[in-house]
């Protein structure tokens, strides 16, 4: 009985632990990805200068996001002042026709009607795969809406890093250990019972 209520403790502790560090984990690396489309945005800011032509502006664009988007290790989609898409990271995935050529409609009239706050998550599905992408809208220096920024990530899909594992493997070995102790202790115990009363 003993050891029943002693592995069920454990496994109870290894579901407990393996859930709040992927919570832990996924929610670092959304910190993370936010910090990098907000690197990503104060880059392409820069570059979407006043009296520039649309051609002009979405090479100028393209090109900076390509270059950061690289740097940075990140997804990234520019769509114009219209919600359509004009450049992708994952071009070969656009020109198969499996990202979506239009940006997601909640995300196109709150920020580019509404213009509520400053970026807006958005989950998003494609092939079947549901994903979270984030929306933020470009502003030129005279603070005009000029283009919006898209950059995608399927945390949801990720599976839990190696600092998991190894934990739960040290919670292991230090259960296993602890009931070892265990069993030792309660043969002593009942041993030290039984014995006078046979």
Known sequence: GI??????????IGLLSYHNFTAAARQTEQADLDFRAE????????KATTGISADS??????????EIADNLSIDVNLYNRTGDMIFSTREDLRQLGI????????AYRK??????????????????????NQY????NSANQLTAFLGTPSDLKN????????????ALAALYVFFLLIAYVVTLYLTRSIIRPVV
């Open 3 to 12: 050891m029943a209520v002693a592995s069920a403790a454990f496994l109870l």
């Open 39 to 46: 690197a990503v945005l104060a880059h392409l800011k820069t």
């Open 57 to 66: 502006l979405r090479r100028v664009l393209s090109a900076s996001a390509q």
């Open 99 to 106: 990202l979506p050529l239009q940006m997601h409609p909640e």
């Open 111 to 132: 920020l580019g009607t509404e213009r509520a706050g400053v970026t807006l998550p958005v989950t998003e599905e494609v092939g079947g795969v549901a994903f979270s």
């Open 136 to 139: 933020l809208p470009i502003y």
């Open 158 to 169: 990720r599976t839990p890093g190696v600092e998991v594992s190894d934990f739960i493997g």
